[in-house]
């Protein structure tokens, strides 16, 4: 009787399918947690609303009002910066 695992003769090709198996493994789990990481679930670190502001912040309504040409590309500027130095990058309550 033959077995998968033929001790006379070596394990058998069969061996080769094991680096495969665990490599299926391995990418199967790393593209599961990068979707949910992504999507913001499963992720206390990373909110689902990183990165992006919220839709009555100050720099949404100041994008909202150059859009609509209700001001000029100058001012918008200059507003933005003052913005992004209050409500941007630093967070909500003015930390780094």
Request: hydrophobic residues 45%; aromatic residues 12%.
């Amino acid at each position: 009787m033959q077995t998968l695992a033929n001790w006379d003769g070596g394990p058998g090709p069969w061996i080769l399918f094991f680096p495969l198996f665990w490599a299926a493994v391995v990418i199967g789990a790393a593209t599961v947690l990068r979707r949910t990481v992504r999507r913001g679930r499963g992720a206390p670190w990373w909110p689902a609303d990183a990165g992006r502001p919220a839709a009555d912040s100050p720099i949404t309504v100041l994008g909202r009002r150059f859009a609509t040409g209700e001001i000029d590309e100058d001012e918008y500027w200059r507003r933005l910066s003052v913005l992004d130095e209050r409500f941007g990058r630093a967070g909500k309550d003015g930390a780094a």
